[in-house]
């Protein structure tokens, strides 16, 4: 009896130590893509202006840490892995891989190479302004990611279907994907415009302001691959993928863009359903007295 206990106590057991690394290694792999981002965004601002190799593999490196960055938890999940350690590893590497990583490639195509205009207080004041708001996304990033850490359950100023699941806020990755897929889009050619390059500010800016936000981005966690779905959902898969393959620039930017975009349009609706339920009492007021 005592020999069967002992046989079927494994079904019952821990994880084995190794199945603790799996997940650390996707984490690890994350870090050393932002740590090849910063070094080829250095590199890069080193070569003279042109189509920029370094620039474009900074971007890359980026890209592919946010296509990774949500393995590291369903894998640990998937392992009944989860520890408070891989948590605290997984955050310093998003402040490296989708802070630190995107403001240093921001501001070096962004910024290092812009035609000072001759009007004095633009060129004066530019790089200042650079550094400011390329600084900015890595404080709002890291404010974002601290309070993701500490809350529990975080509900967003415009909670929606109780089925679904939702970000608070902009996620880090989301930004520093946006940030990529720009540069990514340009073939690293940098900015040269100091027009661009203050409309660039202006992109730095929205997504700090969306990051420390309480806006509801979705977060697709609640989506399941291993579920069957319909002929439609496989022929919309295939075709995105067929698409990123082949269109990879513009399909990734739009992408990047959209996903962007959806936070500021559901805030929008929001806005504009508040405003029409505000007029709606004051019209059956009117309706009623006449």
């Known amino acids: 009896m005592q020999d069967r206990l002992q046989a079927s106590e494994p079904l019952g057991r821990r994880p084995r130590r190794a199945a603790y690394a799996l997940p650390t290694l996707f984490t690890a792999g994350n870090i050393f893509l932002g740590f090849l981002s910063i070094l080829r965004s250095f590199e890069g601002s080193l070569l003279p202006w042109g189509e920029n190799r370094h620039f474009e593999v900074a971007a890359l490196a980026i890209g592919v840490a946010f296509a990774l960055d949500g393995l590291d938890g369903r894998i640990a999940r998937m392992t009944n892995t989860v520890s408070d350690f891989g948590r605290e590893m997984d955050s310093l590497a998003d402040v490296i891989t989708f802070g630190i990583a995107p403001a240093v490639l921001a501001f070096t195509w962004g910024f290092q190479y812009i035609d000072l205009p001759q009007d004095g207080f633009i060129r004066d004041n530019l790089f200042n302004l650079a550094y400011f708001f390329s600084f900015l996304f890595l404080l709002c990033g890291s404010v974002r990611l601290a309070r993701f850490n500490v809350q ?20 880090i990755p989301s930004a520093a994907a946006m940030v990529g897929a720009v540069v990514y889009a340009s073939s690293g050619i940098p900015i040269t415009s100091w027009a661009l390059g203050i409309a660039w500010m202006c992109l730095l800016a929205l997504l700090s302001f969306l990051m420390v936000s309480t806006w ?6 609640d989506l399941n691959l291993m579920r069957p779905r319909s002929p439609l959902s496989i022929v919309l898969l295939g075709a995105t993928i067929y698409m990123i393959w082949n269109f990879s620039k513009p399909v990734l930017v739009t992408m990047a863009a959209l996903y962007v975009a959806s936070g500021v349009a559901v805030w929008g609706g929001g806005v504009l359903r508040r405003l029409r339920k505000g007029h709606m009492p004051a019209h059956g007021m009117e309706s009623a007295d006449v």
């Open 152 to 171: 529990t359950n975080p509900v967003p100023r415009n909670p929606g279907r109780a089925d679904r699941k939702y970000f608070v806020g902009l996620p």
């Open 216 to 221: 509801r981005y979705r977060s697709f966690k």
